[in-house]
């Protein structure tokens, strides 16, 4: 039974930064690619970025130039910076398994950017 909780999320002000992290648990982690996603009110939950078991990473342009998508094998946690914050990316972030989502979702992470 995989099992993911995602943390580090808060209120901040636009141009700020987060760093967000998920822990997971009960899966082969280090050759599982990772995804971040996330949930806006309204919206249906989008790709934010993902990283292959090689370290090789990909972002949606939303996210170019201002998120990093990083993972610790060795904790078996991927983590997701986010500079340069703006009201838009207000969302609940989540964490699963790229391409192929596990059936379970954690609770995510509320970011919430407000000045």
């Known amino acids: 039974q995989v099992q993911l909780v995602e943390s580090g999320g808060g209120l901040v002000q636009p141009g700020g930064s987060l760093r967000l992290s998920c822990v997971a648990s009960?899966?082969?982690?280090?050759?599982?690619?990772m995804a971040w996603y996330r949930q806006a009110p309204g919206n249906a939950r989008g790709l934010v970025a993902f990283?292959?078991?090689?370290?090789?990473?990909y972002y949606v342009d939303a996210g170019k130039g201002r998120f990093t998508i990083s993972r610790d094998n060795a904790k078996s946690t991927v983590y997701l910076q986010l500079n340069n914050l703006v009201p838009e990316d207000t969302a609940v972030y989540y964490c699963n398994r790229w391409p192929t989502s596990y059936a379970y979702w954690g609770p995510g992470t509320q970011v919430t950017v407000s000045s």
């Open positions: 990283i292959n078991s090689g370290g090789s990473t």
């Open positions: 009960g899966s082969i982690f280090s050759r599982t690619a």
